[in-house]
Nanobody, 113 residues
Framework: VQLVESGGGLVQPGGSLRLSCAASGFTFRTYEMSWYRQAPGKERELVAAISSAGGRISYADSVKGRFTISRDNAKNTVYLQMNSLKPDDTAVYYC???????WGQGTQVTVSS
């Protein structure tokens, strides 16, 4: 199993970023996928999750209305569109296959003016 995140970076408050996670080594279309984040000095937290076919989606209260999780099963990729970013969104963002101990390496998102 391999999960590779991309798309992080430095953005000003109010800006947007789109994270991608390319998956390989398993039958992607049959697994729920999740995005987590970990800010300095804080525990890793669940940001969003999407079911295998995309019909069931959930978000942390802190990102509802601002972030959108989606997936393209033909491309074995899950996305996290992040809008109206705030400094509190600064963290390393991780992609995870919801079942099993499979994590990506993480991508840094920094929201700062």
């Amino acid at each position: 199993v391999q999960l590779v995140e991309s798309g992080g970076g430095l953005v000003q408050p109010g800006g947007s970023l789109r994270l991608s996670c390319a998956a390989s080594g398993f039958t992607f279309r049959t697994y729920e996928m999740s995005w987590y984040r970990q800010a300095p000095g804080k525990e890793r937290e669940l940001v969003a999750a999407i079911s295998s076919a995309g019909g069931r989606i959930s978000y942390a209260d802190s990102v509802k209305g601002r972030f959108t999780i989606s997936r393209d099963n033909a491309k074995n990729t899950v996305y996290l569109q992040m809008n109206s970013l705030k400094p509190d969104d600064t963290a390393v963002y991780y992609c995870k296959r919801t079942s099993g101990p499979y994590w990506g390496q993480g991508t840094q998102v920094t929201v700062s003016s």
